[in-house]
């Protein structure tokens, strides 16, 4: 079955600074990659998506990269801000036919320090 | 909030009881999902369901059951044969046809005593 892998599990930056999450999966069948952002205490919460047809989306601040050769995907953070402070999952997904299910990554707890 | 409702929020029980948490979502949802959480371990993959009397395992399976007799509902049992059931557990669900979003419940926090 699919088996994500995110890196790093902590990050810490400075206020204003940019941060980077990676994640690589390992079913090449694999075609939708989104990304939930965790608040303490709160559900995760979708903040960005990729399908398998394209390589970069960009939202804001917020955009991802994905590189199917090498099956790995990368969330970037740009001017970062204190209420950025979070855990952020990565997942990879199959669908199609009776297919389907969401297998994330095991988070990486961003801190933004004012 | 989101139309995704999980009870209730907390539970506590023996250990060796079986007990059942509830998901119910009413966005018109094929797809539904069991995840259990743990500190590091991220969001692993119970159970999932993509249609109405149909569901496949998760990653981590063993020692729960699950049932979907109907579309908006996706019950989850932890059976006394979980040898660890203390977690945070989270349901979800996503329309299946097309790669979209999954809503998430609020989550129910177990605790085995």
């Known amino acids: 079955g699919e088996n994500v892998e995110q890196h790093p599990s902590t990050l810490s930056v400075q206020e204003g600074d940019s941060a980077v999450i990676k994640c690589t999966y390992s079913d090449s069948a694999s075609n939708y990659f989104p990304w939930y952002k965790q608040e303490l205490g709160k559900r995760p919460q979708l903040i960005i998506d990729i399908r398998s047809n394209v390589g970069e989306k960009k939202d804001q601040r917020i955009a991802v990269t994905l590189n199917k050769t090498a099956k790995h995907f990368s969330l970037h953070i740009t001017e970062t801000q204190p209420e950025d402070s979070a855990v952020y999952f990565c997942a990879a997904s199959k669908y199609g036919g009776s297919q389907g299910n969401l297998i994330f990554g095991k988070g990486t707890k961003l801190s933004v320090k004012p | 909030d989101g139309g995704i409702t999980q009870s209730p929020k907390y539970l506590f029980r023996k250990e060796g009881q079986n007990v059942t948490l509830s998901c119910e979502q009413n966005l018109n949802h094929d797809a539904m999902y069991w995840y259990r959480q743990d500190p590091g371990q991220g969001l692993r993959l119970i159970y999932y369901s993509q249609i109405v009397n149909d569901f496949q395992k998760g990653d981590i399976a063993e020692g729960y059951s699950v049932s979907r007799e109907k579309k908006e509902s996706f019950p989850l049992t932890v059976t006394s044969a979980q040898k660890n059931p203390t977690a945070f557990y989270l349901c979800?669900?996503?329309?299946?046809?097309?790669?979209?979003?999954?809503?998430f419940g609020q989550g129910t926090r177990l605790t085995v005593v």
């Open positions: 979800a669900s996503s329309f299946s046809s097309a790669n979209t979003e999954a809503f």
